[in-house]
């Protein structure tokens, strides 16, 4: 199947400090990436869709002066949590879906696990 | 609005079958399914597209009925391997966005 790798994969941070957080699509092209958080025990919440070449759209509820995303290559976006505060903490993940395929699966990155002291 | 999946966890034997279901309120474009490890990012078992087809995925095969807005996932003569979270991803539209169900916690005991 498709890879996408995310990075870093763990990362812990100082209250208010930004961190930024890369997707990458490895043998494919994607338009479309999407951008989930998921606390513990719980399922997976889409946060945005990443859109190459314009705005990415937000779920209702997420700040989107908070959650900066950027998707500014046909394999590559990022996703950067700033000012972040321990509230933020959580594993967040990103999926993409092959382009230019309507009967494909979206293929999830391994997750960052962002911890905010 | 977020598919209802059914049941919420089940403790099963090695060799014992095990049935999840997952219910939408909403007409549904396709169904997908996964598992995930604690610790670990989703893994895809298979997706279904309306239509009322069924998919096998060696001892996991999975159902989606349309008119009923549901699927199900049937997993045969379990595997310790097998144990996890089960969550259903649902598709509305054409959006590629899914919606995924509160998960079922599968373990299979030896």
């Known amino acids: 199947g498709a890879v996408v790798s995310q990075h870093p994969s763990r990362v812990i941070c100082k209250s208010g400090t930004s961190v930024k957080i890369e997707c990458r699509s490895l043998?494919?092209?994607?338009?479309?990436m999407f951008w989930y958080r998921q606390f513990p025990k719980k399922s997976l919440m889409l946060m945005a869709t990443s859109n190459e070449g314009s705005k990415a759209t937000y779920e209702q509820g997420v700040e989107k002066d908070k959650f900066l995303i950027n998707h500014a290559s046909l394999t590559l976006s990022t996703l950067t949590v700033t000012s972040a505060h321990p509230e933020d903490s959580s594993f967040y993940i990103c999926?993409?879906?092959?382009?230019?395929?309507?009967?494909?699966?979206?293929?999830f990155g391994p997750g960052t696990r962002l911890l905010v002291l | 609005q977020q598919p209802v999946q059914s049941p919420q966890a089940v403790i099963l034997r090695e060799g014992e079958d095990a049935v999840i279901n997952c219910s939408s309120s909403k007409a549904l474009y396709s169904v997908h399914w996964y598992r995930q490890k604690h610790g670990e990012a989703p893994v895809f078992l298979m997706i279904?597209?309306?239509?009322?087809e069924q998919k096998g995925h060696e001892k996991i095969s999975a159902s989606f009925n349309e008119k009923k807005q549901q699927s199900s996932l049937y997993l045969t003569a379990s595997q310790l391997s097998y144990s996890g979270t089960y969550f259903c991803g649902t598709e509305f539209g054409s959006a590629r966005q899914l919606t995924f169900g509160s998960g079922t916690q599968l373990t299979v005991l030896p």
């Open positions: 999926s993409a879906p092959p382009s230019g395929s309507w009967v494909e699966t979206q293929y």
């Open positions: 043998d494919f092209q994607a338009t479309t």
């Open positions: 279904l597209l309306k239509g009322g």
